[in-house]
């Protein structure tokens, strides 16, 4: 069974960074396309950022294009997704996932307020 696992989040100024991580217990390494997702208070969970295989094509979401970055090492099943300038509209808790989503993980919430 699939087991997602998210860490890195945290409570930031508007202006900082975080760096999250997602582990898969081998699924990371089998699925082409990951995603990260995130859910605000009140509203639906959204797409985020997604990163192929070889993790030379990237897509953002444009609230978060040219300040998210995210990655993805195959050989310790591992994805990242490097957060900069983060503003309070980030504040939800971020899942990463498949690209047709399977069991969530419990998340990790980021929460950005001064």
């Known amino acids: 069974q699939v087991q997602f696992v998210e860490s890195g989040g945290g409570l930031v100024q508007p202006g900082e960074s975080l760096r999250l991580s997602c582990t898969g217990s081998?699924?990371?390494?089998?699925?082409?396309?990951m995603v990260w997702y995130r859910q605000a208070p009140g509203k639906q969970r959204e797409k985020v950022a997604s990163?192929?295989?070889?993790?030379?094509?990237?897509y953002y979401e444009p609230f978060v294009r040219g300040r998210f970055t995210h990655s993805r090492d195959n050989a310790k099943d591992t994805l990242y997704l490097q957060m900069n300038n983060l503003i309070p509209n980030g504040t939800a808790i971020y899942y990463c996932?498949?690209?047709?989503?399977?069991?969530w993980g419990q998340g990790t919430q980021v929460t950005v307020s001064s």
């Open positions: 990163v192929n295989y070889v993790g030379d094509v990237t």
């Open positions: 081998g699924s990371i390494r089998s699925t082409y396309f």
């Open positions: 996932n498949k690209a047709s989503p399977v069991n």
